[in-house]
């Protein structure tokens, strides 16, 4: 029997897809399915004539494989994953390699690389992003785990990444335990914000300055030649110009209730867990909750009053305005998102590298752009730098687009368009650039009510005070903490 160099367990898609990259690249694979008839169907399908080995059973899986067996899985993220891995435990050796490319929350593999240690197999947990044509053709990977097992799969990753221009490719080892699902799931935060944005956008040119798709569409096509040049604004372009049957725009017939899967909310959760402002990827998430509150919202419609949306003035300049006001809540987002990846390190002790983050989602990713080239020579040049904000290139580009996306945002609440994520992004820049917020305030009232203490502005940071507000509450504090 042919001796697989990799296998890969769970033959949808994104699996399928894989193998074929694989091989592709010159690598025999074995494949495996729970659904054994997928395995049949593939085998005579796609497969058919290629270095694939089908198999049947746990067992024949792993007894294809060369040592030390590399298995992929690639099945529903959860307890999927860990009955795959109960699967195939009594099969394996020591120095076996498990690969988790699924969407898995990092705590899991936080945990699956500590439990596979124990019992001596190497785990990874890889980050794959790019959908079905990025796992064919060149995905974006983000592997991280134990790292003795990095060697072993690195030229199999690196050959099946997508490359930037110079033939980089878009995968490298991001760190340990959990660290490449956490890349993962804040590449999926700042995909979430990404497309409110553009959704935005596009609001504001339908209903404030009632543009036709195929001028919306024109404008889309005309931003991507510029900074905002991504994949995401590509695609916009295209779903804007796609007629259905009848030769209607298709994507005003569609429902405006939108789904998620998961990793959007992790992201928002985590960062409050961290206590990072990630304003502009928690409304973007809380944007497809209110979405899906479709039958309420038609309901309120009829009975919540708001403005008449009317415009007088230059369309193709507030069109222009919505470009800049688009580009600069995008630096917020990802601003806030490498926040949230520093704190994160700190916290699990990540040794990340975050100039290397940008280059593997600078190709083959849903969030790919020529942006992230930026934010790449930003960390080459201070890999110690706290915000990309404070950087000489991010600083100069909001600037000089602040104006803009200041009318954007007071059109948008003159005229009753909700702008959650723009709008927040630009309360988050005020915010940030402000020396003296009014949280003074908010210490005093938690102090008045429950003795929670403060620090005083004329003190030395980490002194305590209380004040006895009423004259009856007694000196007795409550115990400062953060929770």
């Given at each position: 029997?042919?001796?697989?160099?990799?296998?890969?367990?769970?033959?949808?898609?994104?699996?399928?897809?894989?193998?074929?990259?694989?091989?592709?690249?010159?690598?025999?694979?074995?494949?495996?399915?729970?659904?054994?008839?997928?395995?049949?169907?593939?085998?005579?399908?796609?497969?058919?004539?290629?270095?694939?080995?089908?198999?049947?059973?746990?067992?024949?899986?792993?007894?294809?494989?060369?040592?030390?067996?590399?298995?992929?899985?690639?099945?529903?993220?959860?307890?999927?994953?860990?009955?795959?891995?109960?699967?195939?435990?009594?099969?394996?050796?020591?120095?076996?390699?498990?690969?988790?490319?699924?969407?898995?929350?990092?705590?899991?593999?936080?945990?699956?690389?500590?439990?596979?240690?124990?019992?001596?197999?190497?785990?990874?947990?890889?980050?794959?992003?790019?959908?079905?044509?990025?796992?064919?053709?060149?995905?974006?990977?983000?592997?991280?785990?134990?790292?003795?097992?990095?060697?072993?799969?690195?030229?199999?990753?690196?050959?099946?990444?997508?490359?930037?221009?110079?033939?980089?490719?878009?995968?490298?080892?991001?760190?340990?335990?959990?660290?490449?699902?956490?890349?993962k799931m804040v590449h999926n935060g700042i995909e979430y914000g990404d497309m409110q944005l553009i959704s935005e956008a596009y609001h504001l040119m339908k209903s404030v300055l009632g543009l036709s798709t195929a001028e919306m569409q024109a404008a889309f096509s005309e931003w991507n030649k510029g900074v905002l040049d991504s994949y995401l604004i590509e695609i916009t372009a295209d779903i804007l110009g796609y007629m259905d049957e009848k030769g209607e725009p298709l994507v005003e017939k569609i429902l405006d209730a939108a789904g998620q899967k998961g990793t959007g909310r992790w992201t928002a959760v985590n960062a409050l867990e961290l206590g990072i402002p990630l304003t502009l990827i928690g409304e973007a998430v809380l944007a497809r909750a209110l979405s899906a509150l479709k039958e309420e919202r038609v309901a309120a419609s009829q009975v919540l009053a708001g403005p008449q949306v009317r415009f007088e003035g230059d369309r193709a300049a507030f069109v222009e305005d919505i470009r800049q006001a688009l580009y600069a809540a995008k630096i917020i987002s990802y601003t806030q998102g490498y926040m949230l990846m520093r704190a994160a390190a700190a916290e699990y002790n990540w040794d990340l590298n975050y100039g290397g983050v940008a280059l593997m989602w600078r190709g083959g990713c849903i969030i790919r752009s020529a942006f992230l080239g930026k934010i790449k020579e930003a960390y080459d040049q201070n890999p110690e730098l706290t915000n990309l904000l404070l950087t000489p290139y991010f600083k100069t580009e909001v600037e000089n687009v602040q104006a803009a996306w200041r009318r954007v945002i007071a059109k948008a609440a003159e005229q009753g368009i909700p702008v959650p994520a723009m709008s927040s992004a630009l309360a988050f820049y005020d915010g940030y650039r402000t020396e003296r917020l009014p949280a003074n305030l908010l210490q005093a009232q938690r102090d008045y009510f429950g003795a929670h203490t403060y620090e005083r502005v004329d003190k030395p940071r980490g002194e305590f005070f209380h004040t006895n507000w009423t004259g009856s509450g007694g000196d007795v504090t409550s115990s400062t903490y953060d929770a």
């Open positions: 029997m042919t001796q697989a160099d990799i296998g890969l367990i769970g033959l949808a898609v994104m699996g399928q897809n894989l193998v074929l990259n694989m091989n592709d690249h010159g690598y025999t694979v074995a494949v495996y399915n729970r659904t054994t008839s997928k395995v049949s169907d593939f085998m005579a399908g796609e497969a058919a004539g290629r270095e694939i080995v089908g198999t049947y059973s746990i067992e024949e899986f792993v007894a294809a494989l060369k040592r030390p067996r590399k298995m992929m899985i690639m099945v529903k993220a959860g307890w999927p994953v860990d009955a795959t891995i109960e699967q195939l435990l009594p099969y394996l050796d020591e120095g076996d390699i498990i690969i988790d490319g699924g969407n898995s929350h990092y705590p899991d593999s936080i945990r699956r690389t500590k439990e596979l240690g124990e019992k001596g197999i190497l785990f990874i947990g890889a980050g794959v992003s790019g959908g079905e044509e990025g796992a064919r053709f060149g995905p974006s990977i983000m592997p991280g785990g134990a790292p003795a097992a990095w060697p072993h799969v690195k030229e199999i990753f690196q050959s099946i990444a997508a490359k930037v221009e110079d033939g980089t490719p878009c995968c490298d080892w991001v760190g340990s335990d959990g660290a490449g699902h956490f890349v």
